[in-house]
């Protein structure tokens, strides 16, 4: 058998006693190091899982700059306490606590909703005022995190619902640890809403998510927004148009998603930033958009958006906004009389990380996609850095359990480039 396959069909695991995991002693690169560290024991209410992949998200670089000073930090003292970053991960249980073994086996394959909906219920003495007022925490926060070799799951995790099991355990690592991005993306298209009546003596009704059949306007497309362009196909926009300052962008959404855009008869438009307005004016006969969605956080951007919109538009403030640049003016006349609304979301929910699962499984999305590069977990700081310096454009994949590899840049990645990645570098 290869090592792939070796790999994927252990049972019987061997945990040893220390693992590799990218620690965070404090603020700024300074206290980044990845570190040799024990493999963490649990307790009866826990679990104990190998990370097959993990991505490294955007979100680390905030927590970098911010440190204990973070919500999700609170004041516990990386110095005394340091914690193990990484909130995208695909993960297999290799150790079940005592009280968990009716509902859990070794070998089952999860991913966790990093964001989880309960107040810390250990070590609550290390946070700010003993954790009082706090109704959320974080895995890769103050619970472990994926940029290791091995992930303990808290009875936080557990209580918030927040381990999820795969639709399909076919599932390439890479996708699933995908999911958490783009799970971002499906909670934030459900939070557009629209008031539908079928007839003038119909009554009216909500419909949740984009407008079918109308048009659907994306500003930016980085990776985040190439996503956003993926999903809104699933409502059948009759117009899908794409916008971003560069054109290297806007040609990765085209060789993405034109021809499954033709094939759900939606035409697909991509503009530079500096012909949206004209264009969409052009397509819309000058009525505007039913849905824009708005993937930068440029408060200019976000500003002109909003005279944009159609009758009845929804505006979604997806990219946030710097504090002290956050600030929009808002025409008052038009929410009364035109009706447009202005929505926004931060990251999703358990619900939101099953739907997207199963949207992955059912290819309504493609994570290959979205990934820019693939290595082991040395790379990890070298990534970060490439991320605060805009220097990649998409999802970095990390494998913990490879040997020491270079950062590999992909266009595309899938199953079967994983297979061979991970049949070469296994150790």
Not at 252 to 270: F, P
Request: one cysteine or more; glycine letters at 8%; charged letters at 20%.
């Amino acid at each position: 058998m290869s090592k792939y396959g070796d790999y994927v069909s252990q049972t019987d695991f061997v945990i040893p006693r220390t693992m590799q995991a990218l620690v965070a002693s404090g603020s700024g690169f300074d206290n980044l190091e990845l570190r040799e560290v024990p493999v963490p024991e649990i307790g009866p209410n826990q679990l104990l899982a190998r990370v097959d992949a993990a991505g490294v998200c955007t979100s680390i670089i905030k927590l970098i700059a911010q440190g204990e000073k973070h919500t999700f930090i609170n004041g516990w003292d990386m110095k005394k306490w340091p914690i193990i970053l990484g909130d995208e991960g695909s993960i297999t249980l290799v150790k079940v606590g005592h009280n968990l073994k009716d509902k859990y086996k070794v070998g089952q394959r999860y991913v966790i909703q990093p964001a989880v909906d309960v107040a810390p219920v250990l070590h609550r003495e290390r946070y700010n005022n003993n954790a009082e007022g706090m109704r959320k925490c974080a895995v890769g926060y103050t619970l472990g995190g994926h940029l290791a070799q091995y992930i303990r799951i808290q009875e936080e995790v557990l209580m918030g619902e927040c381990l999820l099991p795969l639709p399909d355990e076919d599932l390439p690592y890479f996708a699933t640890s995908m999911a958490e991005p783009i799970s971002c993306v499906y909670s934030a298209q459900q939070r557009n809403y629209h008031i539908i009546k079928d007839n003038p003596h119909a009554p009216r009704r909500a419909h949740l998510g984009l407008l079918p059949g109308g048009i659907t306007v994306i500003i930016g497309a980085g990776v985040m927004g190439r996503m956003h362009a993926e999903l809104a196909l699933r409502f059948n926009p009759r117009i899908l148009i794409v916008s971003d300052l560069q054109q290297r962008r806007l040609d990765k959404v085209i060789s993405g998603i034109s021809e499954k855009a033709q094939q759900r008869g939606t035409r697909l438009v991509c503009v530079t930033a500096a012909k949206l307005e004209e264009t969409l004016k052009e397509i819309s006969s000058g009525n505007g958009a039913d849905d824009i969605i708005l993937a930068v956080g440029i408060q200019q951007v976000q500003q002109n958006a909003l005279s944009m919109l159609a009758d009845g538009g929804v505006a979604n403030l997806f990219g946030g906004l710097p504090r002290g640049e956050h600030i929009l003016e808002v025409d008052a006349l038009a929410i009364h009389y035109r009706e447009i609304k202005i929505v926004g979301s931060s990251g999703g929910e358990p619900s939101d990380m099953a739907a997207t699962l199963k949207a992955i499984a059912d290819k309504e999305i493609d994570p290959g996609n979205y990934v820019a590069a693939v290595g082991s977990l040395d790379n990890a700081i070298d990534v970060l850095k490439m991320i605060k310096q805009t220097q990649i454009d998409g999802k970095a994949i990390l494998y913990p359990h490879i040997k020491q590899t270079p950062l590999q840049m992909v266009d595309y990645w899938d199953k079967s480039k994983e297979i061979e990645f991970l049949n070469n570098h296994l150790t």
